[in-house]
């Protein structure tokens, strides 16, 4: 099916006409559930109770103290945007504008301010995600699902994505990343427990139990993004390190063992490199002038000990 490209990463204002040629002091029982075609995108009035929220808006939680505000505003001055629309069966549909249909209902209103339009599925989603996102009203998880679900049921591409929300590509990819996290630790990102740097950061921990158990960290902690990020790369060498030393046959395990007693002796990594006919090297490693003054005494200490 053809894409039609609306002008929807341009703002929410290059869908909706201008609306003081066409405003009309309308009667209430004027405020009727069908529309005749040539008014579809005047400014009308419907009833609360006529409307309904969009089941597949991107936005699923609401502040509360913020509600309250803005219905204080709207007992005050009224709707001053109006809400988009389609019609369903016996109702319409929520486009954008649900959370001044919220405050509305709070602030006492009968009914509000709507242009009854039409839409395709995608223009519905990419309308309600555009609307969030220009208001900053998505927390960081709602926004990824937003933008994988226009990637995946409409088959868009993330250029196409991205140019929709005018924002670039590699903000929409990073975003998406964050959908690969733990969903106890995506759900800490949703509540702000940790910032959206914290959580791209944890990425570089693939094991689920262990990523949340780092989050709780950073969140108990108070970490900054620095500090989680050197965190992840201490994690990730030791695995990188653990998977190269683990033994592979039963006599690499016999050096295996006489490399961690040496270590354990001698205060120090220490690598065992063994080839054929029982042949090989030792390497200790050191990190400065005093730690090998302090081997070389461990040494002479166990040969004095000896003779």
């Known amino acids: 099916m053809a894409v039609k490209k609306s002008g929807l990463g341009k703002g929410l204002d290059s869908l909706i006409p201008k609306q003081s040629a066409v405003r009309q002091t309308t009667k209430k029982k004027e ?24 089941r597949s808006q991107p936005r699923k939680k609401f502040d509360e103290d913020a509600l309250m505000e803005l219905a204080e505003s709207i007992r005050q001055f009224g709707v001053i945007q109006p809400l988009i629309v389609q019609k369903k069966d016996n109702y319409y549909e929520i486009i954008a504008g649900e959370r001044r249909w919220r405050a509305a209902k709070l602030a006492g209103l009968k009914e ?3 242009i009854i339009r039409e839409f395709s599925e995608q223009e519905r989603v990419e309308i309600s995600l555009i609307e969030n996102i220009q208001r900053e009203n998505l927390n960081p998880i709602e926004e990824a699902v937003a933008f994988k679900r226009l990637l995946t049921e409409f088959n868009l591409k993330q250029d196409e994505v991205a140019e929709r929300v005018s924002k670039s590509r590699a903000a929409v990819t990073n975003s998406m990343r964050l959908l690969k996290l733990d969903e106890r630790v995506q759900q800490m990102v949703i509540d702000e427990m940790i910032s959206t740097g914290h959580a791209r950061a944890l990425l570089g921990i693939t094991d689920p139990d262990l990523q949340y158990q780092y989050a709780q960290k950073v969140f108990d902690e108070k970490m900054s993004v620095r500090d989680v990020e050197r965190l992840v790369r201490l994690v990730t060498e030791k695995k990188d390190e653990k998977e190269k030393t683990k033994p592979d046959t039963d006599q690499d395990y016999i050096y295996h063992d006489i490399e961690e007693k040496m270590k354990s002796v001698l205060g120090t990594k220490v690598s065992i490199d063994h080839k054929k006919n029982n042949k090989g090297k030792i390497v200790i490693d050191y990190y400065s002038m005093e730690e090998l003054e302090r081997l070389m005494y461990l040494i002479q200490s166990v040969n004095s000990g000896q003779s």
């Open 112 to 114: 509000v301010p709507v």
């Open 31 to 54: 405020a009727a559930e069908t529309v005749d075609s040539e008014n579809k995108s005047q400014e009308i009035k419907l009833k609360l109770t006529q409307i309904e929220p969009n």
